[in-house]
């Protein structure tokens, strides 16, 4: 993870499903259809897709995966940011507009 989160991806900001996306679940995630390409998305970001349920807070997915793991909130949150930003460079997220 190189840290780098997009202007949007951010905590306090909202993400949701890109529109039109087809996806299917796999036994180790997801497989995604994003502008004619096939996106595998595994690991973090498919812990996160799943909870992308309509127009999710961020704060809302990393206290989910902090509760998930066990683990503490600031230990996670870089984690979620990363999968959230990987999942906006292949498109198959949008952020909310305020």
Known sequence: ???DHGP???A???VRRRPGLLFRSTATGYLL???GRLVPV???GARVWSQLVGD???D?????QSAATGRDRSDVEAE???ALADLERCRSLEVVPE
Request: aromatic content about 0%; proline content about 4%; glycine content about 20%.
């Open 1 to 3: 993870m190189t840290g």
């Open 8 to 10: 949007g991806i951010r």
């Open 12 to 14: 306090g900001a909202v």
């Open 33 to 35: 259809r994003s502008e």
């Open 42 to 44: 595994t690991g973090a």
């Open 56 to 58: 999710v807070p961020i």
């Open 60 to 64: 809302d997915l990393v206290e989910h």
């Open 80 to 82: 979620v940011l990363g």
